[in-house]
C-alpha cells in the first residue's frame, strides 16, 4: 500500500469520518473505493436496499476515471450495483438507474442535485459520502449544490474528504458537514516539497509578444513526448488549438468544459491510448486524472494559485519511482510568482531564455485572413483577460499595468481589441477600478505625445 493508503483504510473502515491530504498520484482513489465497497457489503448483509454510498467528483472526466476504477474492484462482487451520473449525459437513463436502487452512485454535485429533488431517487440509506477534491468543487461554484445535497443526506453517516490540497471554503464544509471527532491525516506535513520527487520542474520567462513562438518552439523539442498544455480559459484553448493543428500542422488534442460530453470523452480516451500527442487544456484536466507516460506538464498560462499549480504538474510523475518533467511561462512582470511559490514548499529550476524563434508571422498572417479565426483570436484575448480579473495574486497578475496591445499582438492581433477590461470588478475594487481607469487614460496619452 502507499502511505495515504496505509494511514487511511484502517480508520475508514472503522468508520471514521475522514479528512485526508496526500500528494496527487498518491493511491487516494484506491483509499475510498475499498473503504465504500466494505460499507456496502455491510448494508447487505444488512438488507438495507436503495442507495448506500456517494461519490461527488468535481469534473465530468474525474467522475468517468472514478467509476472505471470502481468497476475493476467490484467485478467479484456481482451483487453490488453502481452508476455514474454526470451532466453531459441522458437525465431519463440515469433516473430509470437510480430507481432501481443501485449501490453506488459516482457523480457531479450539479446533476447529482438534480436527481436528488425527484421521487425517483431513493437515497435514505446512504451510509458513506465521499467528496473527492472538494477545494475544486467550491472552485466550479458548486457550493450551494454540495450543502443542499449534504442537508438532505442521513445525519447518521461517514463522511470523508479527499483532495491533494485544502482551502478555505473544505475547513467551512468540514464543520457543517462532518463530525467533531473526525481524523485529519496529512502524508505531506513533513515533507519539505510539495511535489513528488520524481518531478523535474522549472520555468521560463519569455516576452510577451514571443509567448505563442516559444511554445511553437517547445512543441518542437518535445514532438516525441505525450504532454498536457495548460491554458486560463476555453476560448484560448480553442485558439491555440486551431492555429496549431490547421497552421502549424502539429499533432495536438484539445478539452475545455465547453465541449459536448461525447466530444470530451473521446477526447481523453485518444490522449489515453496515444504515445507521442499534445493535449491543450484548461485545469477541467488538472484534478485527478491518471493518465499514463505523460512526460511534459506545460503550463502556458500561470496557475491562479500554488494549490492549481500543484495539481497540474500531478498529471505527469505519478506512482512510485515515477518520472516527470514541467516547465511554466512567465512574462518578465510575473516573475515574483516564483517567490510565492516557495512559500509553499514549490522549488523550480529557471530555465534558458531562447533568443531565436521560428518566424510565425507568414503562418499568423494567413490564419487571420480567415474573418472566423480573427474573431477566435478576439476571443481568446478576451477569454486572457477575463482570467486575469478574477486572480487573487493582482499584485503580480497585474492587469492595470499591463501593455495590453503587446497582449494582442502575441494573439495573432493588429491592434487590441475593443474589450472592456473592467466588467466584473466588485463594490471593494471600485478605487482600483478608478485608478485603473486613470492610468489607462494616461497611457493612451503618452503615446498622443509620443507620435
Not at 431513493?122 to 445535497?149: P, S
Not at 458537514?177 to 516539497?193: F, V, W
Not at 518533467?325 to 512559500?343: C, D, G, S, T
Not at 508571422?361 to 479565426?373: G, I, N, S, T, V
Request: net charge neutral; glycine share 6%; charged share 25%.
Amino acid at each position: 500500500m502507499t502511505d495515504i493508503q496505509a494511514v487511511v483504510l484502517p480508520k475508514a473502515l472503522g468508520g471514521d469520518d475522514i479528512v485526508a491530504t496526500a500528494k496527487t498520484g498518491s493511491g487516494k482513489t484506491l483509499s475510498f473505493l475499498i473503504t465504500v465497497i466494505e460499507t456496502v457489503i455491510k448494508c447487505l448483509e444488512q438488507q438495507l436496499h436503495g442507495t448506500c454510498a456517494i461519490i461527488i467528483s468535481p469534473t465530468r472526466e474525474l467522475a468517468i476515471q472514478t467509476y472505471t476504477v470502481l468497476q475493476d474492484l467490484i467485478v467479484q462482487h456481482s451483487n453490488i450495483t453502481s452508476a455514474l451520473v454526470i451532466g453531459g449525459e441522458s437525465r431519463k437513463k440515469q433516473s430509470a438507474e437510480l430507481v432501481t436502487g443501485v449501490h453506488i452512485v459516482v457523480s457531479t454535485p450539479g446533476r447529482l442535485f438534480d436527481h436528488m429533488r425527484t421521487k425517483e431517487f431513493d437515497y435514505t440509506n446512504v451510509t458513506c459520502l465521499v467528496l473527492d477534491e472538494a477545494d475544486k468543487i467550491f472552485q466550479y461554484g458548486f457550493e450551494e449544490d454540495l450543502k443542499q445535497i449534504i442537508n438532505r443526506l442521513p445525519k447518521k453517516r461517514q463522511t470523508m474528504l479527499f483532495s491533494a490540497t485544502q482551502s478555505e471554503r473544505t475547513e467551512a464544509l468540514i464543520k457543517s458537514g462532518m463530525r467533531e471527532n473526525l481524523l485529519h491525516i496529512n502524508t505531506d506535513e513533513d515533507d519539505l516539497k510539495a511535489t513528488v520527487e520524481g518531478l523535474k520542474q522549472g520555468y521560463a520567462i519569455c516576452n510577451t509578444e514571443h509567448r505563442l513562438w516559444w511554445l511553437h518552439k517547445l512543441l518542437k523539442k518535445i514532438k516525441n513526448f505525450k504532454a498536457m498544455v495548460f491554458f486560463s480559459s476555453c476560448k484560448s484553448v480553442g485558439f491555440h488549438y486551431e492555429f496549431f493543428s490547421k497552421f502549424c500542422k502539429v499533432s495536438v488534442l484539445c478539452l475545455y468544459g465547453k465541449m459536448s460530453q461525447a466530444h470530451r470523452t473521446e477526447t481523453i480516451n485518444n490522449f489515453y491510448n496515444t504515445k507521442n500527442i499534445v493535449l491543450f487544456c484548461t485545469d477541467v484536466a488538472a484534478r485527478g486524472l491518471d493518465i499514463p507516460d505523460v512526460d511534459w506538464i506545460v503550463q502556458f498560462d500561470p496557475p491562479a494559485d500554488a494549490n492549481e499549480y500543484i495539481h497540474r504538474v500531478g498529471r505527469t510523475a505519478r506512482g512510485d519511482g515515477a518520472m516527470g518533467n514541467a516547465v511554466m511561462l512567465l512574462r518578465p512582470e510575473e516573475k515574483e510568482f516564483i517567490e510565492y511559490l516557495q512559500e509553499s514548499k514549490i522549488y523550480l529550476d529557471k530555465y534558458e531564455t531562447w533568443d531565436s524563434f521560428y518566424n510565425l508571422q507568414p503562418k499568423l498572417d494567413e490564419a487571420m485572413a480567415d474573418p472566423e479565426f480573427s474573431k477566435l483570436a478576439e476571443e481568446a484575448f478576451e477569454g486572457y483577460i477575463r482570467a486575469l480579473e478574477v486572480r487573487k495574486l493582482k499584485q503580480i497578475f497585474n492587469l492595470v499595468t499591463m501593455d495590453l496591445d503587446v497582449v494582442a499582438r502575441s494573439f495573432g492581433l493588429k491592434e487590441k481589441p475593443n474589450v472592456d477590461i473592467y466588467i466584473g470588478f466588485s463594490k471593494k475594487h471600485r478605487p482600483r477600478k478608478r485608478i485603473a481607469a486613470m492610468l489607462a487614460d494616461n497611457n493612451t496619452n503618452t503615446k498622443k505625445t509620443k507620435s
